[in-house]
């Protein structure tokens, strides 16, 4: 019967143990939010910004020369092909931007 009592005793005192957690979790929580929030201000946006201005010039560069070789068959081909990789690099950033903020929302990064 003492074992039962002692085993009883301890798997109460081990419950209580376990769940000690006090603020300790929520501060780390707060590291890390802070922390994802830096990682995203200092890091992920510039880059984004940076390859939405290069898709930019690069589209405003091939309509340049789309209007520049108006009569030229060949270069016209070229220019197009131009606008549309910087479309498409538009697209594929944007894309990845609003992946990342959906990721973003969904976790609860910013609290």
């Given amino acids: 019967m003492k074992k039962f009592y002692v085993s009883i005793v301890l798997f109460l005192v081990s419950n209580n143990l376990l769940l000690a957690e006090g603020d300790g979790g929520a ?4 590291g890390v939010k802070t922390f994802t929030q830096k990682i995203t201000d200092v ?5 984004l910004t940076l390859l939405v201005a290069a898709s930019v010039i690069y589209f405003v560069w091939g309509l340049v020369m789309f209007l520049k070789n108006a009569g030229e ?3 016209r081909q070229n220019a ?11 697209f594929i950033v944007f894309s990845v931007w609003g992946i990342m903020k959906i990721i973003m929302d969904t976790v609860n990064f910013y609290g």
């Fill in 27 to 30: 501060a780390f929580e707060e």
């Fill in 43 to 47: 890091f992920l946006t510039p880059i």
């Fill in 73 to 75: 068959d060949g270069d």
């Fill in 80 to 90: 197009k092909r131009h606008m549309l990789w910087g479309m498409f690099g538009l």
